[in-house]
């Protein structure tokens, strides 16, 4: 089992940056694939971005690509979302999770959930 504490988020202005971090309990978070998930108020949560339990692969939504990139620790059990260039339209809860079994895109396919961390982006 994994256990997952996004921290991080905060309030920022258009084009600004923030760093997320999620840091993860359990000897197997280095075998996980992890991906980042958003949520805005009245929206779906959508997938952002995940890395390869090597951190050799990353996969991105075409909204974040050139903007956002997604690290890993395995030997410190943690998980990073650089995000700059920052938008309103970035505004959401952020969560980070472990990969079950499936299509990265989709939150379904993720096992383990942290709590969130919001973002806000003013313009």
């Known amino acids: 089992q994994v256990q997952l504490v996004e921290s991080g988020g905060g309030s920022v202005q258009t084009g600004g940056s923030l760093r997320l971090s999620c840091a993860a309990s359990g000897r197997t978070f280095s075998r996980y694939t992890m991906g980042w998930f958003r949520q805005a108020p009245g929206k779906e949560r959508e997938f952002v971005g995940a890395?390869?339990?090597?951190?050799?692969?990353?996969y991105y939504e075409d909204s974040v690509k050139g903007r956002f990139s997604i690290s890993r620790d395995n030997a410190k059990n943690m998980l990073y979302l650089q995000m700059d260039s920052l938008k309103p339209e970035d505004t959401a809860v952020y969560y980070c999770a472990a990969h079950r079994a499936g299509t990265l895109y989709t939150a379904r396919s993720y096992e383990y959930w942290g709590q969130g961390t919001q973002v806000t982006v003013s313009s």
């Open positions: 890395i390869a339990w090597s951190g050799e692969s990353t």
